[in-house]
């Protein structure tokens, strides 16, 4: 697998960085190797929050990115302030129950929360929580 860089981003209080933490160590639960870097500003709520997770076979050299293959925008100023990272060909993944605006570009793949999406983040949930299964077995079960 080449790495695969995702850029996650929103504000305050919509678990961007636990959604990315989650990524992470479901990819590492599959022996990936993993980087996840967090941002936020001071606020506990409300303020600008993003981070970037790399997950690839091979050694991650650094966690800056400064294109993505996948943007998770979960907020309106994100989608606009960080669509320009995404590489053509690239995915798109907006929260749309806040965005309901189309995607601006041609030259990557939409999505709108797709009901995948929404059960993956209920994986990444229940890993937060401690629940006993593995992400794939999971996967098997809701297939």
Known sequence: MAAKRIFIAGFGGQGILLIGQMLAYAA???????????????EMRGGTANC???????PIASPIVTEVDVLLAMN???LEKFLPMVVPGG??????G????????????P???TPIFWMN???AYDL???????PVERLAVAT
């Open 128 to 134: 937060a929580r401690n629940k006993p299964k593995h």
């Open 111 to 113: 999505g709108f929360g």
């Open 121 to 123: 983040l209920q994986i």
């Open 98 to 109: 806040i965005i309901t605006d189309k995607v601006a570009r041609t030259d990557v793949t």
């Open 76 to 78: 309106g100023s994100s």
């Open 52 to 58: 970037t997770v790399i997950i690839s076979d091979h």
């Open 91 to 96: 995915e798109v993944i907006v929260n749309s």
């Open 28 to 42: 590492m639960l599959e022996g990936r190797e993993v980087s996840w870097m967090p941002s936020y500003g001071p």
